[in-house]
């Protein structure tokens, strides 16, 4: 079973950053593409971006050149950069294997990130 445990998030500011973290356990983690997702107010979950076994990187339009995703195979972890942040970045952040992933983690609770002045 895939056990996924986030932390960091939290209020920042307009133009500031912050860096999120998901520990996985429960699988060979080096063998699987990892993806970020996000729900904002009234919108539905989407994919903000993925990494693959090989490190290669994907993301929404939205946060290119602002986020970065990368992974840490020692660690199991999987991390979020997050630069720049906008009001609209603002959502309840998820780490869960990528889409097309065989099995999926639960989506637990999330990781809220809220952006404002």
């Known amino acids: 079973q895939v056990q996924l445990v986030q932390s960091g998030g939290g209020l920042v500011r307009p133009g500031g950053s912050l860096r999120l973290a998901c520990r996985a356990s429960g699988i060979p983690f080096h063998i699987y593409a990892m993806g970020w997702y996000r729900r904002a107010p009234g919108k539905q979950r989407e994919l903000v971006a993925e990494i693959d076994s090989g490190g290669r990187t994907d993301y929404v339009e939205s946060v290119k050149s602002r986020f970065t995703i990368s992974r840490d195979n020692s660690k199991n972890t999987v991390y979020l950069q997050m630069d720049s942040l906008k009001p609209d970045d603002t959502a309840l952040y998820y780490c869960?294997?990528?889409?097309?992933?065989?099995?999926?983690?639960?989506w637990g609770q999330g990781t809220q990130v809220t952006v404002s002045s």
């Open positions: 869960n294997l990528a889409p097309g992933s065989p099995i999926f983690g639960s």
